[in-house]
């Protein structure tokens, strides 16, 4: 059985505070160590074969194929296929790759552009592997995932379909590179059919780890060629798309291009032409074929009047996909542009400041932390807040267009990508006054309802991910991400960059446990001592089903029909909780501290439930918690929430009530085994004390 995913997220969060999930130290996908296995495929003398992407018909996935075509289906390994294959063969390049059954055209747009970037296709593509030396059957890859990189390790047994390769076409018969790693990336995406459509974007960010910044070419910017320039000199992947026809098929129109399809940006350049200097684009079709066939095309007039020289440096005739376009028909023809790299420097021009990077990882959770956008006035404030600081004024100079980069990202919720849906996703901005600077605690409601919005994504889009530049004063701002819909589950990843010194962090992150040593109980009586001398046994002690009669009847005074009560795990736990003398029972002097925190966390359950329903709801169970000075921050809260939450997102006294106790005992538990109050060391035996009795 593996450890629970708590525990896993601890681990996850260490190996990352480590260097884990860095382009050096990339995290295991799968779990799946490409040298331990390649080690003991050598050492066994057997060819690796992928338990987790299996070549079986279940990794190609459906509707692909007809169930006919599926059973032709024949996976070989490249040995089988020719005598003599090689991974890369004399470099690589985008002629290289030959657009599949698959309609993968993203994927393979943004592979385009990444062949132009040795240095970022070495990292995709490690070059410790190959068909000679240590061939094991076994190849590894590097993909960026939501905030790390991971090495994902695949078999090379390709499909086929009657001899021919089902997938992606390499030019070159025995280079191999194209059809293994868009193999690794189906894993990646849970199958082949799951990479089946999708947005540029994806893939540019997932080979870079970078910021990709979307340019609608219908509403172009005014310098949208220089900042194509500006991104090919600093090395950028760039890639387009043209808007979908009246079908979903991929129609190819009269002038060459083809609808809804994803195309490689490979170059910009500026000609002189009969006196006039004009801008053009290049471009690369995936399918290695079908070019735009209108000006500065292969064959166009135009090239004739270009001086013979720089005609011959770039004009090229062959029927490989590539072609050029002036920008009035690049704008015409296509509807947006994606530039990705990373940092963000193409957006500017005339200074060398480094970009300042920061990014958080966090979940949006019904009831706590998913508020919804600002048409959820009640529930906005929930959503997770990031306090950004901007300074250092000189490093501004020079600038024009944009000081701050915000990208968003959702993380799947499935494995397989085409059955993970995207939740509409964006982001609010505030400029923080005086009165609320530096503030620890979640910004309430009130601070949205007064304060004006400074910034914000164009819209909501049921994207993986949202990205927006502004140009901001220095000062202290407030962004809120936020899913459209309130109580809607997913993981995030918020990045933020700035061309000026910054200070990022979440609100509310920090924990404060600092819980008051004395109860202050109105226990003006001895309404206890009577009900515990009621329930308790010949030696005055109570045990737990004699604990769980006294809670029901005299706390909770015997409305249980609905909640049904204190259960009698549940009053095994208080004991463990309460119990000084590990005797399995409480004493007087146990159950009047018992008492006495029943007492003031009811009547602190009562001041909150602000609805008088008899529940606590989720987002009210922040307010029940702090009111008792603990500041938990929202993973923690989201685990309360899971942990003690009913299927309605509402929390019941009793419930509320274990919460709080096993709160305070696991909170003093750690203040007395830690010496600095940051970690503490346990012996194996000590460590099972304390969870198998608390």
Known sequence: MPPPGVCLNIVRDRQRED??????????????????????????????????????????????????????????????????????????????????????????????????QPDMLHQIIPLDQGFTQKYAGIFHFMFWRFGKWVDVVIDDKLPTLDGKYLFVNPRNKSEFWPSLLEKAYAKLCGSYSNMNSGLVSEALMDFTGGVNVRFNLKEPVADLWQIIKRAENLKSLMACGTPQGKTPQNTMLPSGIVEGHAYTVTGVAKVKCDQQIV??????????????????????????????????????????????????????????????????????????????????????????????????????????????????????????????????????????????????????????????????????????????????????????SVTENFMLPNGEYLVVPSTYKKDEVASFVLTIYSKTKNYTEEIGSNLNLNIPKHINSPLDDNTHEKIFKKYSDVDEEVDAAQLQMLLNEAVLEGRTSETRGFGLDSCKGIIAIMDLTTSGKLNADEFLRLWKRITIYQEIFHQKDVSRTGFLFLHELRHAIGARGIQLNDELLNLMALRYGDSSSRITLESYLCLMLRLECMAKVFQKLSSDGKGMNLQMSEWMFLTMYS
């Open 19 to 116: 260097g884990q999930g860095t382009p050096s130290n990339p995290c295991n996908f799968n779990g799946q160590d490409f040298r331990v296995l390649r080690d003991y495929c050598l050492n066994n003398r057997c060819r690796f074969v992928d338990k987790t992407f299996p070549p079986l018909i279940e990794s190609i996935g459906q509707e692909l194929l007809t169930p006919e075509g599926m059973s032709r289906v024949v996976w070989k390994r490249p040995g089988k296929l020719l005598s003599d294959p090689h991974l890369i063969v004399a470099g690589i390049s985008r002629f290289d790759i030959c657009q599949g059954s698959v309609g993968n055209c993203w994927f393979l747009a943004a592979l385009g552009s990444l062949t132009f």
């Open 279 to 464: 801008e053009l684009v290049r471009l690369w079709n995936p399918w290695g074929k079908m070019e735009w066939n209108g000006q500065w095309s292969d064959g166009s007039p135009e090239w004739n009047y270009v001086d013979p020289a720089i005609r011959q440096a770039l004009r090229n005739k062959r029927e490989d996909g590539e072609f050029w376009m002036t920008m009035k028909d690049f704008k015409a023809n296509y509807t947006d542009l994606n530039i990705c790299n990373t940092s963000p420097d193409f957006l500017n021009s005339g200074t060398t400041c480094i970009w300042a990077k920061s990014v958080h990882s966090g979940r949006w959770v019904k009831g706590t932390t998913a508020g919804g956008c600002l048409n959820n006035r009640d529930t906005f404030w929930m959503n997770p807040q990031y306090r950004v600081t901007l300074a250092d004024s000189s490093t501004q100079e020079g600038l024009t267009t944009c000081n701050v980069v915000v990208s968003l990202i959702q993380e799947p919720t499935n494995r397989f990508r085409h059955q993970s849906e995207n939740k509409y996703i964006g982001f609010t901005m505030y400029k923080v006054p005086s009165s609320y600077q530096g503030v620890q605690e979640r910004l309430p409601a009130e601070f949205f309802m007064t304060q004006q919005i400074i910034a914000k994504s164009k819209s909501f889009v049921n994207a993986r």
